[in-house]
């Protein structure tokens, strides 16, 4: 019996929480505490709501639905947690592994993506993938690419989704494999190829 209540103890020290960081290069307390106060502090599990794909909005009892949409794994630890806001998701979006990592956290600001999505991988070191930062649901200033083995993969500067500034890809071993500067609708430096790809096994694969 003390070992179930320090189970559950556990799990809502994780889920509610969220102070459990993954390396170095993850998230920290200030990030994932609640930056705006106007979601009411009520939790729903996911199956009781109901997404409305005719209104993009999330749903309690044809009602939109203010809170936090939450999910367990079959071994009660948390899946999701998700904040929403008349509808719409809002605040963050936190995703984890079954066990118990982070897999990824999004920040929303009325339904669209406002501020840092960051990534982790799904093996057993849980390595910090991707970082993303978005304005308004579109990628926005600085964003980077690691491979799972921890070497930094892209390093790319867009402004509004559109390449502005340093672009750069780089392989395992380091170097450099594309570094070009796009300004203004033109390209100067090394472009050897898009930087929408992936390497694997330090050969190009071209996504169309």
Known sequence: MNQKILLILIVVFLFFGCLKTTNKNGIDKKELSNKNLSIPNIYTIKSKLFYDATKSAWTLNNNLYSGYLVDFYDNKLPKEKIGILKGKKHNLDIQWYADGHYKRIT???????????????????????????????????????????????????????????????????????????AKEGRVFGLK???????LENEKIKTIQ
């Open 107 to 181: 920040a929303y600001k009325n339904g669209k993506i406002h501020g840092d999505k960051k990534i982790w991988s799904s093996d057993i070191k849980h390595t910090l993938v991707a970082h993303y930062k978005f304005v308004s649901g579109k990628p926005h200033g600085e964003q980077k690419k690691w491979y799972v083995t921890g070497e930094i993969f892209k390093k790319m500067n867009l402004n509004m989704g559109k390449e502005q500034g340093l672009q750069q890809a780089y392989r395992k071993n380091g170097s450099l494999y594309a570094n070009y500067e």
């Open 192 to 198: 050897k190829a898009e930087l929408c790809y992936s």
